[in-house]
């Protein structure tokens, strides 16, 4: 299976360890990933508010690189999956607009067509992986270990422009934990916000809902929270001990990414995926 | 017809004499495409008179009946008991009343704060006709002009999004999603005049750049209307009104310079370029603590490769 892949801004820096468990799972899932290193940054979610064409034109140039490769986009960042599938439905949608844009990549030899799909990593594992074939790869099963599965926001909602899971109970990730033999736990937080994207601008409450999460799944007994998206895993992980202050919780509880918990479970070590570098450990 | 028992668990309260929620439970014999509403008529009707909760027009109109079932709020009469069922049709609906609204009694919630913030937030058109020639001249709406907001019109008011809402969660006095709407579409409605005064207003604290576009308003909006096109629609407007100084604001520029200089996002300065100086200096004690374990974003990134092609795109698009 080949993909072109994203590469996230977040995964360059805060959470580099996410392209380093990919990496070192590559081989053992099959998958070849090549890197989109002349994509730009997707703008998150914020570019279109300075200039929509702006947005429009990079994304769909992002967007375009893969086409020219002849392959789909994957990406492991959740903001990024839903910043990439808005251009690309409105691009799909409007000749108008895939001309505007068509006309700022032309002297590089790129077009827009449509003819690439983007997909999140979760969905890769999920669809052209295959939760049997998943299985059949693990080497030392996640047994006896209870994980909370936090979605996040942008990799089900809005549905109509992701359309796998339903975002009222979502369940894609709650496989991949089976099918490499961990344990679920049932917890109110799964589709709810992580807060990452107004940390900046309202901390306070951004602290309320990642810290809401996080004593949920506490509370459910989980030993760890897994995540498909750098962004929930930063709110949840790096914020934790201040999202947790004056909250009546008797322990912390670590965060995994997608990528570490399958690289756990085909028996990588916890160095090789960087779950050392995580704020809780 | 298509019949089976099912049971309902609803949630009471009467705060003038319960000291918490409770839930009772009832199991009747429904039919197919019968909705929750009628369910809660049956009940009151014939079990329990005192369940409380709102209805009126039973046709998705009126916006009056919204509850959360099953833990999302939608409207009692259009959504069917059916569609509701899980666990194989065995486990019991859960019928509660929306979130974030003050409970009356039972499924009755109190929907004056969202008017309030209505009222607080100009959410009327302000028309360039004074007052006295009102009546006596049209102001003409063209097709095209009122497909800008024609979705936006459909809001009920039903309160399903301010239950829905992340940020309502968490900040009582956050403006809330139906309110940025209706300020959506007051702004685009080509007989108004004061865009620039409501749009002063919703960018205050509390307001616009708050929302955490976290989507579950647009996702369970009872007449599906994409309410955060209208929220990122009202963002562009702060652009180019030039309201550029709130936190929010700043934030979107560092995506949009960064984009140009490097085409990766420099994340090591974005709270600097978001809150100044003195608004990121408790940000200090994290910075450090993330230093050690190795995760404090590089001082510079990298450029990515070509990235004049990007910065032409710029120089083309600012022509």
């Known amino acids: 299976m080949k993909f072109a892949y994203f590469l996230s801004c977040i995964n360059e820096s805060m959470t580099r360890e996410v392209d380093r468990s990919i990496e070192s799972l590559k081989k053992d899932l099959d998958i070849v990933l090549f890197k989109l290193e002349k994509g730009a940054c997707c703008g998150g979610s914020n570019l279109d508010y300075v200039s929509p064409e702006h947005f429009l034109v990079i994304n769909g140039r992002n967007i375009a690189l893969a086409e020219q490769m002849n392959l789909d986009l994957v990406t492991s960042c959740s903001t990024c999956l839903l910043t990439l599938r808005r251009a690309k439905q409105i691009l799909d949608s409007s000749p108008d607009k895939r001309q505007f ?90 589709n709810k916000c992580c807060g990452f994207h107004t940390l900046l601008v309202a901390e306070k409450e951004s602290l309320a809902m990642s810290g809401n999460a996080i004593e949920s799944a506490i509370r459910a007994e989980a030993d760890y929270i897994v995540t498909p998206c750098p962004l929930c ?49 | ?89 065995d486990d019991p609906i859960l019928i509660e009343p929306l979130s974030n609204l003050p409970v009356i009694r039972d499924l009755l919630v109190d929907i004056d704060p969202v008017i309030e913030k209505l009222r607080q937030n100009q959410g009327w058109v302000v028309p360039s006709i004074p007052e006295e020639k009102m009546g006596f001249k049209e102001h003409a ?89 209208g929220i990122h629609r009202l963002r562009e407007e702060a652009f180019e009104r030039g309201m550029t100084g709130s936190e929010g604001a700043r934030h979107a520029q560092a995506f949009f310079d960064d984009t140009r200089n490097t085409g990766r996002l420099r994340e090591v300065t974005l709270p600097l370029r978001t809150k100044g100086v003195t608004g990121s200096f408790g940000m200090l004690p994290l910075a450090l603590k993330m230093a050690l374990k190795g995760r404090t974003p590089p001082l510079f990134v990298h450029r990515i490769a070509g990235i004049e092609r990007i910065r032409e795109i710029y120089r083309k698009l600012e022509k």
């Not at chain 1, 322990?251 to 050392?276: T, Y």
């Not at chain 2, 369940?51 to 409207?75: D, H, M, P």
């Not at chain 2, 009920?156 to 239950?163: F, K, N, T």
């Not at chain 2, 968490?170 to 959506?184: A, D, E, G, H, Q």
């Open chain 1, 101 to 190: 844009v068509n006309s700022f990549l032309a002297n590089e030899g790129l077009s827009y067509t449509g003819s690439s799909d983007v997909k999140h990593l979760l969905w890769v594992i999920t669809e052209d992986l295959g939760l049997s074939r998943l299985a059949e790869k693990v080497t030392t099963p996640l047994t006896g270990i209870r994980f909370a599965p936090f979605y996040g926001c942008h990799i089900i909602r809005p549905s109509q422009l992701l359309g796998r899971d339903n975002p009222a109970s979502p369940s894609s990730l709650d496989l991949v934990v089976e099918a490499l033999g961990g344990s679920l736990v049932e917890y109110p937080s799964k």
């Open chain 1, 233 to 281: 895993h930063t709110a949840l992980d790096a914020y934790q001990p201040k999202a947790l202050e004056g909250r009546r919780v008797s322990r912390s509880i670590p965060v995994l990414h997608l990528s570490q918990i399958i690289g756990l479970a085909l028996g990588h070590s916890r160095e090789e995926l960087g779950i050392d570098r995580h704020m809780i450990t």
């Open chain 2, 1 to 89: 017809m298509e019949r089976r028992e099912v049971s309902f668990r609803i949630q009471r309260y009467n705060p003038q004499v319960d000291q918490t929620p409770f839930y009772d439970n009832f199991k009747i014999a429904v039919e197919k495409g019968i909705t929750i509403l009628r369910v809660l008529n049956h009940i009151k009707e014939q079990l329990e008179p005192r369940l409380t909760f709102r209805a009126f027009c039973q046709a998705g109109i009126c916006g009056s009946c919204a509850v959360r079932v099953n833990g999302i709020s939608k409207l009692a009469c259009t959504t069917q008991v059916w569609d509701e069922l899980t666990g194989g049709g």
């Open chain 2, 141 to 229: 709406v063209s097709d095209d002009e009122f497909e800008v907001i024609n979705a936006a019109t459909d809001c009920i008011l039903c309160g399903s999004c301010y239950s829905e809402c992340s940020m309502m969660g968490v900040n009582p006095r956050y403006i809330s999603p139906p309110v940025l709407l209706k300020t959506f579409r007051m702004n685009n409605d080509t007989r108004d005049t004061d865009g620039d005064e409501r749009l002063r207003r919703v960018t205050a604290d509390h307001g616009l750049w708050d929302c955490t576009h976290c989507y579950r308003c647009v996702e369970h909006c009872t007449k599906n209307i994409p309410i955060m096109d």
